[in-house]
C-alpha cells in the first residue's frame, strides 16, 4: 500500500488514464513510431532502397525511431549564447504538449471520453490552433536569421490553413447542426458518412491539415535547402526530436478529428456485440477511429514520395486564393444538405 | 592588438535588407558560401564567395611527373572523371607531337560519354533533392550506378579511371561489352520516360522551374556561359563540334539547344544530351575500328611479358620511359567539353619529366558569375532551384 497503489490509482482515474495511457501521450507515442516507420518504409521501397533496417532487422527495422529518441536523450543540448533562453526552451515542450491537448475533447466511443462536454467540436478545432504559435516564437526566440524565416513562413502559412480547416469544420457542423462529436457521429452512423454530405469541405479540410503539418508539398517551414531547419534550426538533441515529432502530432490529432467529421467515426462498430463493456465500448470502437485517423496520416505522408515542394508564394496564392474559395463553397453544399436532410435530423 | 584602419572594409547594406550567409555549413550550398540579401522574400544581392575547396591543382602539377597529373586533375569533379582530365591528354598529346590509333580514340569517346551521363544524372539528383523531391534524388542517383559499373567493366574503376595514356588508353573493351551497355541503354530510355511522369511533368516541379532563373541568350554570351547552360539559352556552343577530337568528328551527333534559357530548358538540355550521349556510344561501338589501344613509339618499348599482357587481357602496361615522360620544351593548349562545359588546359613543358606551368579553366569556375546575374529579382526558394538547375560544382570551380 502507499506510493504505489496511489500511483496506479491515479494512473487508472478516467482523465489520466485517457490522457496518458489510451488514447493520450503512451498511445499516441506508440502510433507514431509505427507511423514513421511505415512512412520511411513506403518511401524506401519507392525510393529504391530498403528504408530502416539496421536496428532490429527482424522487425525490419521498426525500432529505429526508438533508438533515435535514445541516441537524441544522450545528445548534448547546446543552447545559443543569443537566444532567449525561456521561451527557447519552453517553445518545443508546448507546442508537443499543447499539439496532443485536443484529444481532451475527442471522443473514441460513445462512452469512452475524458470530460463530458456539449461543445467538443468546438474545443478541439481552438486547441490545434494553438502550437503554431509556439513554432512563432521557437523561431523568435533562437535568435537565428533561418529561425526567423522560418517563423515568419509558419504565421503567413498558419493564416491560410487555419482559414481552410476551421471553415470546412464549421460548414460540417452546420450540416450535423451539432457541436458536440458523438452526436456528429451517431448523425453519421443515421444517415451517411460526411464525406459523402460534404465532400467539398472534407478535400479543403485534408489539403488544410497537410498545410497545417507541413506535409509535402507544402513542407515550406523547414525547406532544407533553404532556411536548413526553419524555426526549429538551433535546437539539438531531444529538443529537436521533439520539434521533429510535433507535425506528426498534429498530423494525427488533426486526422482523429477528420475521422470523427467525415468518416463516420467509429461508425460499423455498432455492428459487433460481444456482450463486454470493454470491448464493445473502448477497444473496437477505439481501434476503428484510430486504424481511419492511421490510414488516412499514411496517405499524407506518402506524398513525399510523389512531390517536391512549393514556393511559399504559391503555397499560400493556393491557400488564399483557392481552397479558402472551396472551404467557402462548402458552407453552400452543407446549407444545401442540410435543406435536404433537414427534416431527418 | 591593433588594426590598421585599411586592413578593415566595411560595407553598407541598404536599410530594410537581411543579410543571409547560407553556406559553407549549410544543407543548400555546398563547399562554398552565399552571401545573400533579402527584402522580404526577394533576393536583391547574391554573392557566391568561392575558394572553400581550393587545392592548388595547378601548383601540384608542377611537382609530379606528367603521368601523375592524371589522379590529380580527376578530383576537380570526381563524377566526371573522364571528360575532365580527356583534356590534359589531348595538350600532352600536341606536345609530343603524336596522335593515338583510331581504337583508342573510340574508347576514349565512349568512356567521355558514359562518364557524361552519370555526371548529369548526378546534377538531375541535386536538382531534385534542392526542390524537396527525394524520390527524384534516390532514382537518379540509383540509376547513375547502372553507369558507374559500366565504367567500372570497361576501366576497373568506378569513378577515378586515370584510364588514359599519353597515345592510348589503359584497357581494351572487354568481352560482352556491347551487350552490357545496350542492356543499360534500354534501362535508362525506359527510366526517362519514369521520370518524365514523376519529375519533369509533375506539376509541383513544374512551377518551381518554369520561367525561374531566366538566362538570356544575350547575358549567357556577355558573361562567357559555357556548357548545358549557354546551350539551354540558345547558344549553340559546344567544343565536341567546333573543335572535335578524338572519335567526335567520326560520329553523327546532335546538339541540344533551347531557346528558354530558364532552369527547366537547363534541365531538359541535359536530358536531351543523355539521348544522344547514348547515339554516340551505340555508334562507336558499331563503328570501332580494331587495332592497339596504344600509340606505337611506346609499343616498342614493351617487353615481352608486357606485349604478352596487352593480347591476352587487353591491357596496356606503361612503359618506363612513359613514367619519364620528357616532352619537347614548348607549349600546347587543348579544349574539351566536359559534363559541365568546357574544359580548357594550357601546358608548359620545359624538357622536363614535369609540366613547368598547368593552367586549367573549368566550366564551373565560368559559370559561377551565374550567381551573381541570375539570382537577383527572384524569391529565396528560387535560389536552391536555380543553383540545382545550374550543375554548378564547387570543387571544379576551386581546382
Known amino acids: ?345 | 592588438m591593433t588594426i590598421p584602419a585599411q586592413a578593415i572594409t566595411t560595407r553598407r547594406i541598404a536599410k530594410d535588407v537581411l543579410e543571409l550567409h547560407v553556406g559553407p555549413q549549410h544543407p543548400g550550398s555546398g563547399h562554398m558560401r552565399f552571401v545573400i540579401r533579402l527584402d522580404g522574400d526577394i533576393m536583391v544581392e547574391v554573392d557566391p564567395d568561392i575558394g572553400f575547396v581550393h587545392r592548388t591543382m595547378e601548383k601540384l602539377a608542377e611537382n609530379r611527373e606528367w603521368l601523375k597529373a592524371q589522379p590529380l586533375f580527376e578530383r576537380m569533379a570526381i563524377l566526371d572523371a573522364a571528360n575532365v582530365t580527356i583534356g590534359y591528354f589531348l595538350a600532352l598529346e600536341k606536345l609530343l607531337d603524336i596522335e593515338p590509333p583510331p581504337r583508342a580514340k573510340y574508347i576514349r569517346t565512349i568512356l567521355c560519354e558514359i562518364s557524361r551521363i552519370a555526371s548529369h544524372l548526378y546534377g538531375f539528383g541535386i536538382l531534385g533533392i534542392f526542390l524537396g523531391h527525394s524520390t527524384a534524388y534516390m532514382w537518379f542517383f540509383g540509376d547513375r550506378e547502372v553507369f558507374i559499373e559500366l565504367a567500372e567493366r570497361l576501366t576497373g574503376q568506378r569513378l577515378t579511371y586515370s584510364f588514359f595514356l599519353p597515345g592510348g588508353v589503359r584497357r581494351d573493351i572487354p568481352t560482352g561489352f556491347k551487350d552490357d551497355f545496350e542492356k543499360a541503354a534500354r534501362y535508362i530510355e525506359k527510366r526517362l520516360k519514369e521520370y518524365e511522369a514523376i519529375f519533369m511533368n509533375n506539376p509541383v516541379i513544374r512551377v518551381r522551374v518554369e520561367g525561374v532563373g531566366v538566362l538570356t541568350k544575350d547575358m549567357a554570351v556577355r558573361l562567357g556561359v559555357v556548357g548545358p547552360n549557354a546551350r539551354a539559352s540558345g547558344v549553340k556552343h559546344d567544343i565536341r563540334v567546333e573543335e572535335p577530337y578524338d572519335a567526335y568528328p567520326e560520329l553523327d551527333f546532335e546538339v541540344p539547344v533551347y531557346k528558354e534559357g530558364d532552369a527547366l530548358a537547363r534541365f531538359l538540355q541535359r536530358v536531351d544530351e543523355i539521348r544522344e550521349s547514348l547515339k554516340i556510344i551505340r555508334q562507336a561501338l558499331k563503328a570501332m575500328p580494331n587495332g592497339p589501344i596504344i600509340h606505337e613509339r611506346y609499343l616498342r618499348m614493351y617487353t615481352k611479358v608486357m606485349k604478352e599482357v596487352l593480347e591476352t587481357q587487353g591491357r596496356a602496361k606503361i612503359p618506363a620511359a612513359m613514367i619519364n615522360l620528357r616532352p619537347p620544351a614548348g607549349e600546347a593548349y587543348a579544349r574539351a567539353e566536359a559534363a559541365r562545359g568546357e574544359y580548357f588546359y594550357y601546358l608548359v613543358s620545359n624538357g622536363g619529366t614535369k609540366p613547368y606551368r598547368a593552367r586549367v579553366v573549368s566550366p564551373s569556375f565560368r559559370n559561377v558569375l551565374l550567381f551573381k546575374y541570375l539570382m537577383p529579382g527572384y524569391r529565396l526558394a528560387d535560389f536552391p532551384a536555380i543553383y540545382g538547375s545550374l550543375d554548378y560544382f564547387p570543387p571544379e570551380a576551386d581546382r
Open chain 1, 1 to 345: 500500500m502507499g506510493v504505489i497503489a496511489t500511483l496506479i490509482d491515479l494512473l487508472m482515474w478516467p482523465p489520466v488514464f485517457y490522457l496518458v495511457i489510451f488514447p493520450g501521450f503512451i498511445f499516441t507515442f506508440v502510433l507514431l513510431i509505427i507511423l514513421i516507420w511505415a512512412e520511411r518504409k513506403v518511401a524506401g521501397r519507392i525510393q529504391m532502397r530498403y528504408g530502416p533496417l539496421e536496428i532490429s532487422p527482424r522487425l525490419a527495422g521498426a525500432l529505429q525511431l526508438v533508438a533515435d529518441l535514445l541516441r537524441y536523450l544522450t545528445q548534448e543540448i547546446i543552447i545559443p549564447r543569443r537566444a532567449d533562453r525561456f521561451p527557447y526552451f519552453i517553445a518545443p515542450i508546448a507546442a508537443f504538449v499543447l499539439g496532443m491537448l485536443p484529444i481532451v475533447a475527442i471522443p473514441f466511443s460513445p462512452h469512452y471520453y475524458p470530460i463530458p462536454m456539449n461543445d467538443s467540436i468546438l474545443i478541439a478545432a481552438a486547441l490545434t490552433t494553438i502550437p503554431p504559435l509556439l513554432t512563432i516564437l521557437a523561431g523568435w526566440a533562437s535568435n537565428n536569421k533561418f529561425s526567423v524565416i522560418g517563423g515568419a513562413r509558419e504565421s503567413y502559412l498558419t493564416a491560410a490553413y487555419e482559414a481552410v480547416i476551421l471553415i470546412s469544420i464549421a460548414s460540417i457542423v452546420l450540416a450535423y447542426s451539432t457541436l458536440d462529436f458523438t452526436k456528429a457521429v451517431m448523425l453519421q452512423e443515421q444517415i451517411t458518412w460526411g464525406i459523402l454530405l460534404n465532400p467539398i469541405a472534407a478535400l479543403a479540410m485534408l489539403v488544410g491539415i497537410m498545410m497545417a503539418t507541413s506535409r509535402f508539398p507544402f513542407e515550406i517551414v523547414e525547406a532544407e535547402p533553404e532556411v536548413v531547419m526553419g524555426p526549429y534550426t538551433e535546437y539539438s538533441g531531444i529538443m529537436y526530436g521533439l520539434c521533429m515529432g510535433i507535425s506528426y502530432v498534429r498530423m494525427f490529432v488533426y486526422n482523429l478529428i477528420f475521422t470523427l467529421l467525415f468518416l463516420g467515426g467509429w461508425h460499423p462498430a455498432g455492428l459487433i456485440s460481444t456482450g463486454s463493456f470493454v470491448v464493445d465500448s473502448i477497444l473496437v470502437p477505439g481501434a476503428i477511429v484510430a486504424t481511419k485517423a492511421i490510414v488516412l496520416s499514411l496517405v499524407m505522408v506518402f506524398a513525399r514520395s510523389v512531390y517536391g515542394r512549393y514556393r511559399i508564394d504559391q503555397a499560400l496564392a493556393a491557400g488564399w486564393g483557392f481552397w479558402f474559395v472551396i472551404a467557402l463553397l462548402s458552407l453552400v453544399v452543407s446549407i444545401g444538405v442540410k435543406a435536404i436532410i433537414g427534416w431527418r435530423a
